[in-house]
């Protein structure tokens, strides 16, 4: 694989303990990262570039939590045209690398009533409306061709969280995640559909790449930043505005990063 190639030998052998996918507005734990070697995904053999608002687009491999670690600042998504191989590659490229376990984050909006712009979620579970990406020839060397999803989301790791985070006077929900294609928002009746299905945040990635995590039996721990209330009974003059959403996550940023930086020095 040329992508895990050409980064190995930016990392001098070092292997990384955990990997890590930031979602929009949620570059800022990179930032927090030691002693930084930050590729452009545009110099990596293979790589798609990222499109999205909020993402900036850099594999940066360094030091979190006193632990080597590599993230991905910017992900990739169905909704930009690529090919599931490609918004997965990451993880392919993370598992080559050497991690043993994955965390993800994500921008989602609440469609559960309880949750306020700002909250983070532990994500328990998913409901997947995206292509799986494990369509297509097995890549055996990775995984097997039918994949167990009965525990998604490791519950040890979902349990350090809260642990961690009670220490730290950070609050926590917990809930499932809803994932579909975008780029388009969603209606107020979608909404209330995901709701009534059992959806706690929806969003528009994450699931593809916990899924081919697991496929390489890579424990994984994913939290939604709740950037909007994801409703059914907007104001007329309401709009959904993306800018808002990545100023939403912006500012819940600390807090995630300051919980994943002590989750990852406790593995």
Same mark, same amino acid.
Request: glycine letters at 10%; aromatic letters at 10%.
């Given at each position: 694989?040329?992508?895990?190639?050409?980064?190995?030998?930016?990392?001098?052998?070092?292997?990384?303990?955990?990997?890590?996918?930031?979602?929009?507005?949620?570059?800022?734990?990179?930032?927090?990262?030691?002693?930084?070697?930050?590729?452009?995904?545009?110099?990596?053999?293979?790589?798609?570039?990222?499109?999205?608002?909020?993402?900036?687009?850099?594999?940066?491999?360094?030091?979190?939590?006193?632990?080597?670690?590599?993230?991905?600042? #910017?992900?990739?998504?169905?909704? !930009?045209?690529?090919?599931?191989?490609?918004?997965?590659? @990451?993880?392919?490229? *993370?598992? &080559?690398?050497?991690?043993?376990?994955?965390?993800?984050?994500?921008?989602?909006?609440?469609?559960?009533?309880?949750?306020?712009?700002?909250?983070?979620?532990?994500?328990?579970?998913?409901?997947?409306?995206?292509?799986?990406?494990?369509?297509?020839?097995?890549?055996?060397?990775?995984?097997?061709?039918?994949?167990?999803?009965?525990?998604?989301?490791?519950?040890?790791?979902?349990?350090?969280?809260?642990?961690?985070?009670?220490?730290?006077?950070?609050?926590?929900?917990?809930?499932?995640?809803?994932?579909?294609?975008?780029?388009?928002?969603?209606?107020?009746?979608?909404?209330?559909?995901?709701?009534?299905?059992?959806?706690?945040?929806? #969003?528009?990635?994450?699931?593809? !790449?916990?899924?081919?995590?697991?496929?390489?039996?890579? @424990?994984?721990?994913? *939290?939604? &930043?709740?950037?909007?209330?994801?409703?059914?009974?907007?104001?007329?003059?309401?709009?959904?505005?993306?800018?808002?959403?990545?100023?939403?996550?912006?500012?819940?940023?600390?807090?995630?990063?300051?919980?994943?930086?002590?989750?990852?020095?406790?593995?």
């Amino acid at each position: 694989m040329a992508a895990a190639e050409y980064i190995a030998a930016r990392l001098d052998g070092k292997k990384p303990l955990a990997g890590i996918v930031l979602g929009s507005g949620l570059g800022k734990l990179a930032d927090k990262i030691e002693n930084p070697t930050i590729i452009p995904y545009m110099d990596i053999p293979g790589f798609p570039v990222s499109t999205a608002i909020g993402h900036k687009g850099n594999f940066i491999a360094g030091e979190l939590g006193g632990k080597r670690v590599v993230a991905m600042q #910017g992900r990739f998504h169905y909704y !930009e045209g690529y090919p599931m191989d490609l918004v997965t590659l @990451p993880i392919r490229v *993370m598992k &080559v690398l050497g991690i043993r376990y994955l965390f993800v984050s994500n921008a989602a909006g609440g469609v559960n009533f309880d949750f306020k712009m700002g909250d983070l979620m532990v994500i328990t579970d998913h409901i997947n409306h995206l292509p799986n990406p494990l369509v297509g020839p097995n890549l055996a060397e990775f995984g097997p061709r039918f994949l167990d999803m009965t525990h998604p989301y490791d519950v040890s790791l979902r349990k350090m969280a809260f642990a961690i985070a009670a220490e730290m006077g950070i609050e926590l929900k917990s809930g499932v995640y809803f994932a579909g294609t975008g780029p388009s928002y969603e209606t107020p009746a979608e909404y209330k559909y995901f709701r009534i299905i059992g959806a706690d945040a929806v #969003g528009m990635s994450t699931i593809p !790449e916990v899924i081919v995590a697991r496929h390489s039996d890579i @424990p994984v721990f994913g *939290m939604s &930043v709740i950037t909007n209330e994801a409703h059914d009974d907007y104001p007329e003059d309401y709009v959904n505005d993306g800018d808002d959403v990545v100023a939403a996550a912006d500012a819940a940023a600390d807090k995630m990063t300051a919980l994943f930086t002590k989750m990852i020095a406790s593995l």
